[in-house]
């Protein structure tokens, strides 16, 4: 099978100063709210930008410099409060605040709405993210799920079923377990037949992954037609995917082509550095109240601030690199 899903990247990373063709939005992806004043108060405090809320991240761009940008995956947030935030553009206000953890590294972002008394920012940033969480059958590959009642499948919302195959190996166990597929527009589940509950649900999004499963059908005819079956329906889902985020807006926001500032091409050259401090600025350290002692360092010859239990110098190299 082709892997025309393994590039998925937007729900699952969180990116700085991405390029316009990486905001784009992918196939399957929707753009669900758009707040044309927002400030990103944890690395552009007084930089006023646009926030777009898509169906798989949040992503934040400077209006007045469209190359500073940030895309937040959903998958990669691990917390979502409000509290008080001091903005140069509102002062003390009531601020959204997203913890994430990407690649082992926690940032910390902060949107303050420039508007006053409009709560649209938490309810949607809130909303969508919560339906991105209770939605993730669609997503990722589940084992022994309540995915079955009465030997029939628990259709998710916009799931349609193609086809049941009775009399279907898996090879999980030396001696295999007989059961049954059913082949939908949005993954293959396979359930025991003298048992429901040991069960497996594939989304097409996760196949050509790192998981391996052996399912065996007879005769060899009937195993092909699945086969043929199966790349088909995989085909149509990676032109068009259905991620299961279903919220919308009472106000539609218009089409992302409409909200796109053609980026001008800098006369200065960018320094390397300034490429670091994009996401310097966003590092997590919620328990640091003052700077950590100085020590020295062999590595570097110098006197450097005490680094946190469970870093290294070589790390935050890689994590800069």
């Not at 993730?136 to 029939?152: E, P, T, V």
Request: glycine share 6%.
């Amino acid at each position: 099978m082709s892997a025309v899903l393994d590039v998925l990247w937007e729900d699952r990373d969180v990116r700085f100063d991405i390029s316009p063709q990486q905001m784009k939005m992918r196939p399957g992806e929707v753009l669900i709210d758009c707040l044309e004043s927002v400030e990103d108060t944890k690395g552009n405090n007084g930089d006023r930008g646009r926030l777009l809320v898509t169906n798989l991240r949040i992503i934040w761009r400077s209006l007045s410099l469209p190359r500073v940008n940030l895309s937040v995956g959903y998958n990669c947030i691990i917390n979502i409060t409000t509290r008080t935030a001091n903005s140069k553009l509102r002062g003390q206000t009531e601020a959204l605040y997203i913890l994430t953890k990407c690649n082992n590294t926690r940032f910390e972002f902060i949107f303050t709405n420039v508007v006053p008394g409009s709560p649209r920012l938490f309810t949607s940033v809130i909303a969508v993210h919560r339906a991105y969480e209770t939605s993730k059958m669609y997503r990722d590959l589940k084992l022994r799920s309540a995915l079955i009642q009465n030997k029939q499948l628990r259709l998710l919302p916009q799931e349609q079923i193609y086809d049941k195959i009775n009399g279907v190996w898996n090879l999980s166990s030396d001696q295999g377990n007989l059961g049954t597929f059913f082949i939908t527009n949005v993954r293959i589940v396979w359930h025991a037949n003298m048992n429901d509950s040991f069960n497996v649900s594939i989304p097409y999004l996760q196949i050509s992954g790192g998981y391996v499963l052996g399912f065996k059908i007879d005769p060899v005819e009937k195993l092909q037609e699945a086969v043929k079956e199966i790349n088909s329906l995989h085909r149509v889902y990676s032109a068009n995917p259905i991620f299961g985020v279903d919220y919308e807006m009472e106000e539609k926001p218009q089409p992302l082509e409409n909200l796109t500032v053609e980026q001008v091409q800098d006369d200065v050259e960018i320094e390397s550095d300034e490429h670091t401090d994009a996401f310097v600025a966003y590092f997590a350290d919620e328990n640091k109240q003052h700077d950590r002692e100085p020590v020295f360092s062999e590595e570097l010859g110098l006197a450097i601030e005490k680094l946190k239990d469970g870093f290294t110098l070589q790390g935050l190299w890689e994590v800069m690199t």
